[in-house]
């Protein structure tokens, strides 16, 4: 063989090093107040498409007790058919239009809207309008779908890790509070719901103005005139929901125990609560949070993954509500390994709380945060999803290009301090669904409190 031939695969060369990241600036934001509602612009130039949501002050946690899942129920059923059309005819128009229909419901609101053609965008507001202040919600079309929606629930609820999520749930924010439920409710909780209860929901919650959320070229967009069609006819008025129930302070040496005979897997959720989304220490957090389980590089999943072979992958994150959070670990693992891989999850967790982050592990996340950053905010969708996000918390316009600028400041003392600040390895809910008859003496064994969920 050749020289040439034996050594034609070899390759030789050095990693591209990354360049400064360039400063990012979050486009300009317009607003505008008309007819009792505000109209918040996001300026992009040149574009020919346009997104638009308008965002309502009825989210899940202005349910009435004992009706979870009506809040999602109530907005999922806008595009069923409205006053004007049925619900087949509703969604041809939709498609004329060369639209799509989106809509989102969360704790504190709902978002219902579309991204469509700009020239096209205020027949698309009309749309929105008629569906959001004229609903049919006829009987038989809410027959229908709360039946399709029984079914779904009854196959989650049938599925690993649903169960756990609301045991965790329930041990971080109270089996009284509506946030120590699911956002869509239980197969027991959507037995209750009805046409008169989505009804009266809409006429309670939903006919406020709200606030309309507009990404597009504003120099060819009249906002004003947008308001004028979504908010036309809104005459209510929004209060934010009042937050109920407590919950003991969770306590690690105890493990909730959520039965599943027969499973090979056991799903575990591993956390407390959080600070809100207006916290200070914001950035910090995500940046430690992504040390810890936010990538597939993180330090759990490398330790869960890669060197025991616990689980296909193990995640760590924060959600910042508007006025709560929650600090949420979750795998799936092997049955066998079950307690050993809490006690492993649980040292990680202790070890950031101790030691915080290193130079380098701060350096990698911080490059991926910058880098990702204006990547997720290339599309009308992603800039829209960060104006919904301040209008939800009461952020600043400029309240991306602030957070850009502090990813690149924060030191790693100040994420250090986050971590030890923030993370609570004593109080952590432990709660794991899997084969109890397999997995709670291993669990006590390794000196957890076990207690039987009745989930």
């Not at 038989?140 to 989650?156: C, I, N, P, Q, Y």
């Not at 329930?170 to 509070?177: K, V």
């Not at 701060?362 to 009308?380: D, K, V």
Request: charged share 20%.
């Amino acid at each position: 063989m050749s020289e040439h031939i034996a050594t034609r695969h070899t390759l030789v060369a050095e990693r591209p090093a990354g360049a400064a990241p360039r400063p990012y600036r979050f486009p300009e934001v317009r607003r505008v107040t008309v007819d009792g509602g505000e109209v918040i612009g996001a300026h992009v130039p040149g574009r020919s498409l346009a997104w638009v949501k308008l965002v309502m002050e009825s989210g899940a946690l202005h349910e009435p007790v004992g009706l979870d899942g009506l809040a999602r129920i109530t907005c999922s059923l806008l595009d069923e058919g409205s006053l004007d059309r049925d619900a087949d005819a509703f969604g041809l128009a939709i498609e004329a239009l060369g639209a799509n229909w989106r809509l989102a419901c969360g704790w504190e609101t709902q978002e219902v809207g579309l991204d469509l053609p700009a020239d096209r965008l205020g027949a698309g507001l009309e749309l929105v309008a008629e569906a959001v202040r004229r609903p049919a919600f006829a009987d038989g079309d809410v027959e229908r779908f709360l039946a399709d929606h029984v079914r779904s629930l009854k196959t989650s609820w049938a599925q690993p890790g649903t169960r756990a999520g609301l045991a965790f749930r329930r041990a971080l924010f109270g089996p009284d509070s509506r946030l120590g439920g699911l956002l869509g409710g239980t197969p027991d909780t959507a037995i209750a719901l009805d046409a008169d209860a989505i009804r009266g929901f809409h006429a309670a919650r939903m006919t406020a103005p709200g606030t309309l959320a507009v990404v597009g070229d504003l120099d060819t967009i009249d906002l004003a005139a947008l308001g004028r069609t979504v908010f036309a006819g809104a005459t209510g008025t929004a209060t934010r929901a009042e937050l109920t129930g407590t919950a003991d302070t969770p306590s690690t040496g105890r493990a909730i125990v959520v039965d599943r005979p027969g499973a090979v897997q056991s799903v575990l959720r591993i956390g407390h609560t959080a600070p809100p989304r207006s916290t200070p220490d914001l950035i910090p957090i995500e940046l430690f949070a992504d040390v810890l389980g936010g990538a597939f590089g993180s330090r759990l999943n490398h330790l869960l993954r890669e060197v025991k072979g616990y689980t296909y992958g193990a995640h760590a994150s924060f959600g910042h509500g508007r006025r709560s959070g929650s600090f949420t670990v979750s795998a799936s693992v092997h049955t066998e390994v079950t307690a050993a891989a809490v006690v492993d999850t649980i040292g990680e967790i202790r070890r950031m709380h101790a030691d915080g982050v290193t130079p380098d592990e701060l350096a990698a996340t911080r490059a991926h945060s910058l880098g990702s950053m204006p990547i997720n905010l290339q599309t009308p969708g992603g800039i829209g999803g960060r104006l919904v996000e301040a209008i939800v918390h009461g952020l600043p316009d400029d309240h991306v290009t602030a957070e850009y600028a502090e990813i690149l400041a924060t030191d790693p003392q100040a994420v250090d301090r986050a971590a030890h600040t923030h993370l609570r390895p004593d109080e952590l809910a432990v709660v794991v669904e899997g084969d109890a008859s397999r997995i709670v003496p291993d669990l006590r064994a390794a000196g957890f409190e076990v207690v039987p969920s009745e989930l």
